[in-house]
């Protein structure tokens, strides 16, 4: 048996500490370092604007991924990245009890982006290679059921930790302590994935221009049939999550006083981190099923509906300011996630139809990919200021988030889908 062959029978090996180590990092930068710094008295202005700016390396995957293609193999990049990761993220924990902790954690954060970014693309290649088409399938609903875990671990279970270790001492020591639970769980994941992920035949240096490829790439994606509406809805579709996902957790936090609710960090990891991703899952599956059965045509319009409308339960939380314990809270979360998941299901559906049977099928999508993040990340940015200038109203900010929905239905009107 070769090599190749022999590790095409040892997925459960490496699969899902492999999609563990994947989900972690990217989800403490881009969801829970809001919560973070929201806890540790950072104004929102300026942590939605400098979080947003760490998330871009993950938007700008398709021009890096040339580097990564050209130089090492891909388990190098996975086994390189992964010491680098563990290693940022326990010096993130030691970070989080200095004076200077914001910009260090900042800078910390950007490594830990870079870093997870090429982990990305090496992993995901190296998954393609390792495996054949019918393993590939297999394990997709593993890898990304096991991504979800990271989800809940980085989100729910660091927050969790926080918030009962800083019950007993302070917020810095809470959150110093839950980050290193991560940098902890990263480290066995990476020393599971070293024992796990075997050699692979792997071509290095090679004499391909990845980079004219990219741009080959590009003006195919361009090019396409509708591509005016198709890449509008791309980037239009998403304005109202993007203020959303900057602006809830602070409003969670925040005492009654500054317009907030007063959850504590411990309850904010489980209703938003722990239930809410739950419902963010269970509504991406039911969107898989009905789109399956219905088709994407006739499942379009009411997943956007499903996704847009529960909006509105963030400006009621805000204006009628139940007290921490109440379960309206968990319900509104919980709806607006799952309503989330369907929409966005939905989302990659229209960017999976307009990709087609293009010749550069997958840098195609990837490009469609960042074209998301960025639809994220830009009005991130402007998250907080708007915030402020709102006059701190989260009722005001909700609400806007509700208007932002708009120009993105606007542009599924015009939708062209195979």
């Known amino acids: 048996m070769n090599e190749k062959t022999s590790c095409k029978t040892s997925g459960w090996r490496w699969v899902p500490s492999l999609y563990v180590f994947q989900g972690i990092p990217s989800s403490l930068v881009m969801t829970t370092s809001s919560l973070i710094y929201a806890n540790m008295g950072v104004p929102i202005a300026s942590f939605a604007f400098?979080?947003?700016?760490?998330?871009?390396?993950?938007s700008?995957?398709?021009?890096?991924a040339p580097f990564v293609e050209r130089y090492s193999t891909k388990l190098e990049w996975v086994r390189n990245t992964q010491t680098i990761l563990a290693t940022a993220f326990l010096i993130l924990s030691a970070a989080m009890m200095s004076d200077s902790f914001y910009p260090l954690s900042l800078g910390l954060m950007l490594i830990i982006a870079l870093a997870s970014a090429s982990h990305d693309i090496a992993c995901d290649g190296y998954y393609m290679m390792a495996?054949?088409?019918?393993?590939?399938?297999?394990?997709?609903g593993i890898r990304s059921t096991f991504y979800r875990i990271a989800m809940v671990v980085a989100t729910g279970l660091v927050p969790?930790?926080?918030?009962?270790?800083?019950?007993?001492?302070?917020?810095?020591?809470?959150?110093?302590v839950g980050i290193g639970a991560a940098g902890i769980t990263l480290l066995i994941m990476a020393i599971l994935c070293r024992a796990g992920m075997p050699q692979i035949a792997e071509p290095?240096?090679?004499?391909?221009?990845g980079l004219k490829i990219f741009w080959r790439a590009l003006r195919s994606f361009f090019s396409h049939d509708g591509a005016i509406a198709a890449v509008s809805f791309f980037f239009l579709y998403r304005l109202g999550e993007a203020?959303?996902?900057?602006?809830?957790?602070?409003?969670?936090?925040?005492?009654?006083?500054?317009?907030?609710l007063g959850i504590d960090v411990a309850r904010c990891g489980l209703i938003y981190g722990t239930f809410g991703v739950l419902s963010l899952v269970a509504g991406g599956v039911v969107g898989g099923i009905v789109a399956s059965r219905v088709g994407i045509r006739r499942a379009l319009w009411p997943m956007i509906l499903m996704m847009n409308a529960p909006n509105i339960a963030y400006v009621a939380l805000a204006a009628l300011c139940p007290t921490a314990d109440s379960p309206w809270v968990a319900a509104a979360i919980m709806t607006e996630q799952f309503g989330y998941g369907l929409g966005f299901t939905a989302y990659m559906l229209v960017m999976l139809r307009y990709v087609g049977d293009a010749e550069y099928k997958a840098a195609e999508y990837a490009i469609g990919t960042s074209i998301m993040s960025l639809s994220l990340i830009l009005p991130g940015m402007a998250a907080?200021?708007?915030l402020e200038w709102l006059g701190g109203s989260?009722?005001?900010i909700f609400a806007l988030a509700c208007v932002m929905t708009i120009p993105g239905m606007v542009a599924a009107a015009f939708l062209k889908i195979k």
Request: glycine share 8%; hydrophobic share 45%.
């Open 50 to 58: 400098w979080t947003s700016i760490v998330c871009l390396p993950w």
């Open 60 to 64: 700008l995957k398709p021009l890096w």
């Open 131 to 140: 495996l054949d088409d019918r393993q590939q399938s297999f394990f997709v």
């Open 160 to 176: 969790l930790i926080a918030g009962n270790v800083a019950m007993t001492s302070n917020a810095p020591t809470g959150w110093s």
């Open 204 to 209: 290095t240096g090679r004499q391909d221009d």
């Open 243 to 260: 203020i959303l996902t900057k602006t809830v957790l602070p409003f969670l936090n925040a005492a009654p006083a500054e317009g907030g």
């Open 384 to 386: 907080g200021s708007l």
């Open 394 to 396: 989260f009722a005001s």
